[in-house]
């Protein structure tokens, strides 16, 4: 076999798995770099930056201590701005017979490398850091009229048989628990502090050239809380297991002012870069049940995001993309309004979620679906720019798992190919999952006039406007039952405010 030069992403730092799975010291290099092409075709997170030039370069310390020589171009104007250019500088360095990449997790990065013209062969090396291939949720997707993903993750529960009774039944009786997962906040427990995680030198330099580097970025850095080694994100997820694993399933929709973490784990980063694998995370929750730490329905419930959501979003992803990107169900084109990049709203529940969002590259999913996302689909948001914000601001954010949740959940773009119906909701739900309410100005009772929240209105402008593509669609024959029965009098009163309301948070024409 001839020597190999690999080319390790941002998102790939996981030992013995992709394109270091045969890799050996002294016979193989590697090459890393931190370029401009990949930090800045949006707008990311300042966290994001130094969350993967951070790990990125404790990775490559690793490599060197396992005698990998490792050519690592550390971010610069005079280093390489594309990734082409950095493996052109490393063949130079160490000439080798073949490149080898594990394959990029963007459809974009995809076809950069598979169109790369260097000296040698590239060879593209499947990505096994899944537990799904693209291939097995292809044969899987194959046939079906619909891709659900309850039944999804009911054939990955079973091939991992992680959850199950020795009959092949699921663990408990049922194969999901949402019914006990759903509370909203009402202040009556505590949340536990996270321990504070003090930076260290290699962290610290990364900080001070992303805040010399991307001013113009969201993230405060001040505030940084992330692990940035397979260890330390270990430690953070054990810390999760031990603290709030218990309490995870039962607020894992609540929307709370006290706390942005409240019981969440915080690890979705940390799987999606490859300091954390995604069998062995299900596997220590499932132990933890086993031993009477925690309940199945918290169990359950955080098991089926991984093994179940997680990889079911990516099997969406790479089976419709490239087009999947161009789609727009409801013709959403209005332009998202600029308070989405400072959070300068009076409404409460999306001024939270906003500002910890830009601030620490963090919100749950409650609040990126049915806060923002519900915002953004109620008023017809432009889909393209709400998918390459969410993409930007968030540190998880990479599009294979960005793509299908925005497009395809929150904004109902995608011909229902993931959601059964569109994630729409009133006031109510809000006020139902928390206590933001307590702090508005608006009143989540009130539909229209001054002082009415503007979920209310927006929400029953959006059903008329789009009454008659789901009025065939069963689970929505309620609530456009709902609203048919009102007197036409209220509709207009309804709408009519909506319509202003909708001028006022979202102009069609920005200045």
Request: aromatic share 12%; glycine share 6%.
């Amino acid at each position: 076999m001839g020597t190999a030069l690999i080319c390790i992403l941002g998102d790939q730092l996981t030992h013995g798995r992709g394109a270091l799975k045969d890799a050996i010291p002294g016979r193989d290099s590697i090459v890393m770099a931190e370029v401009t092409a990949e930090a800045c075709y949006v707008k990311h997170n300042r966290h994001k930056i130094a969350l993967i030039f951070s790990a990125m370069r404790h990775f490559c310390r690793e490599l060197r201590s396992m005698g990998f020589s490792v050519h690592y171009f550390e971010y610069s104007s005079r280093g390489p701005a594309t990734l082409l250019e950095a493996a052109e500088a490393a063949l130079l360095l160490s000439p080798a017979d073949e490149v080898r990449c594990c394959e990029p997790g963007e459809h974009r990065l995809r076809e950069e490398i598979a169109a790369w013209n260097l000296p040698v062969p590239v060879h593209i090396i499947p990505d096994d850091r899944f537990l799904c291939s693209e291939e097995e949720f292809q044969a899987w997707a194959d046939g079906r009229k619909q891709l659900r993903m309850e039944y999804f993750y009911r054939e990955m529960r079973r091939k991992y048989r992680i959850l199950l009774e020795e009959n092949g039944k699921p663990a408990g009786g049922s194969w999901n628990f949402d019914a006990q997962n759903r509370r909203g906040w009402r202040a009556r427990e505590s949340v536990p502090a996270r321990p504070t995680l003090v930076p260290d030198c290699i962290t610290a330099e990364v900080i001070e050239l992303v805040n010399r580097e991307f001013p113009d970025h969201p993230g405060n850095l001040d505030l940084f809380y992330l692990a940035t080694t397979s260890q330390e994100a270990n430690v953070h997820f054990d810390w999760f297991l031990q603290h709030c694993l218990g309490l995870f399933g039962t607020y894992q929709d609540a929307l709370a002012e006290e706390s942005p973490w409240l019981f969440h784990s915080l690890v979705s980063m940390y799987l999606n870069i490859g300091l954390l694998d995604p069998l062995d995370v299900c596997l220590k929750v499932e132990r933890a049940w086993q031993d009477g730490r925690c309940g199945i329905a918290a169990a359950e419930g955080f098991i089926r995001q991984i093994l179940g959501w997680r990889e079911y979003v990516r099997g969406i992803y790479w089976c419709a993309m490239p087009e999947y990107a161009r789609r727009n169900t409801l013709n959403a084109k209005r332009p998202m309004p600029e308070w989405f990049w400072d959070g300068d709203t009076d409404m409460r529940c999306l001024e939270v979620a906003l500002r910890q969002t830009l601030d620490l590259g963090y919100a749950h999913h409650i609040q990126r679906l049915m806060v923002i996302g519900n915002f953004a689909l109620l008023a017809g948001l432009d889909v393209e720019q709400v998918c390459s914000w969410y993409l930007a601001v968030y540190v998880d954010a990479f599009e294979w798992v960005e793509l299908p949740n925005t497009l395809g959940m929150a904004l109902y773009a995608d011909d229902g190919m993931m959601a059964s119906k569109p994630y729409a909701a009133s006031g109510k739900y809000i006020q139902r999952q928390g206590n933001h309410c307590k702090k508005c100005r608006y009143s989540p009772t009130r539909v229209a006039g001054d002082g009415a929240c503007p979920f209310n209105a927006l929400y029953w402008y959006f059903l008329s406007r789009h009454e008659h593509r789901l009025k065939d669609n069963p689970r929505m024959s309620m609530v456009l039952g709902n609203w048919s029965k009102k007197a036409d009098s209220e509709k207009t009163e309804i709408l009519v405010w909506a319509k202003q309301e909708l001028e006022r948070l979202a102009p069609e024409w920005t200045p």
